[in-house]
């Protein structure tokens, strides 16, 4: 079974530069989630989806993060304008409805210079 | 206000010992509660989990206990390995309509030492 895939795995931006992360989440699993990370902290919500709808974006910063789930498969999450405390993993998870146990992507590191 | 604490960042033990990591949280409406290992590089996996009407989930090597009068769990690992070294994750979520939602603590960084 292929897990959660997620690209790119690296981006560098400047400051005020837009950016755009995708996931494909496991294969039946109805529910997404899109993480932030930052260094030493554990992953932060920022948005999750049951199928094609949102179920919660109460951390979402909405001013200039952006998510989508179009078909209810493949997700895409956006900064823009990126600031400099956006930098960190963004980790995209997905688990089936109902159920507790996420399964995780390996993360994109963003860094704002 | 951090609803869910690891108060050690690091832990560090001889193979073939215990380990134990542990985990407080604040919030009395979490019911379900989960530990993730997270490898560099990689993004965290689920290792086991426990719901509030047990005091003691047991998986091979790990067992989690939960304290829910303390709001207090750990992972205990027996005997550990230096596989294991990582950062453990531990997670809490209610349950209520949303379930599946965590809150996530800032990790504990197990080393296993040979």
């Known amino acids: 079974e292929a897990g959660v895939a997620q690209s790119p795995r690296y981006k560098i931006i400047e400051k005020r530069q837009s950016v755009a992360f995708w996931c494909n989440p496991i294969?039946?699993?109805?529910?997404l989630y899109w993480y932030q990370q930052i260094l030493g902290q554990g992953p932060k919500l920022l948005i999750q989806?049951?199928?094609?709808?949102?179920?919660?974006d109460s951390q979402l910063p909405k001013d200039r993060f952006s998510a989508e789930r179009l078909k209810g498969v493949d997700s895409t999450l956006k900064i823009q304008p990126a600031k400099l405390e956006d930098s960190a993993v963004y980790l995209c998870?997905?688990?089936?409805?109902?159920?507790?146990?996420?399964?995780f992507g390996p993360g994109t590191r963003l860094t704002v210079t | 206000d951090q609803q869910v604490k690891q108060n050690s960042p690091s832990l560090s033990v001889q193979e073939g010992r215990i380990s134990i990591l542990n985990c407080d949280y604040t919030n009395s409406m979490f019911d379900y509660f989960l530990w993730y290992k997270k490898y560099p590089a990689e993004g965290p996996t689920f290792l086991i989990s426990?719901?509030?009407?047990?005091d003691k989930n047991e998986d091979g090597r790990f067992t989690v206990f939960l304290n829910k009068s303390a709001k207090h769990l750990s992972l205990h690992i027996v005997p550990s390995q230096p596989g294991d070294s990582a950062v453990y994750f531990c997670?809490?979520?209610?349950?209520?309509?949303?379930?599946?939602?965590?809150?996530f603590g800032d990790g504990t960084t197990l080393t296993v030492k040979p």
């Open positions: 997670a809490a979520s209610p349950l209520n309509t949303n379930a599946g939602k965590s809150t």
């Open positions: 998870a997905s688990s089936l409805p109902g159920s507790f146990e996420q399964y």
């Open positions: 294969s039946g699993h109805a529910t």
């Open positions: 989806f049951q199928n094609n709808g949102v179920v919660d």
């Open positions: 426990i719901s509030s009407i047990k």
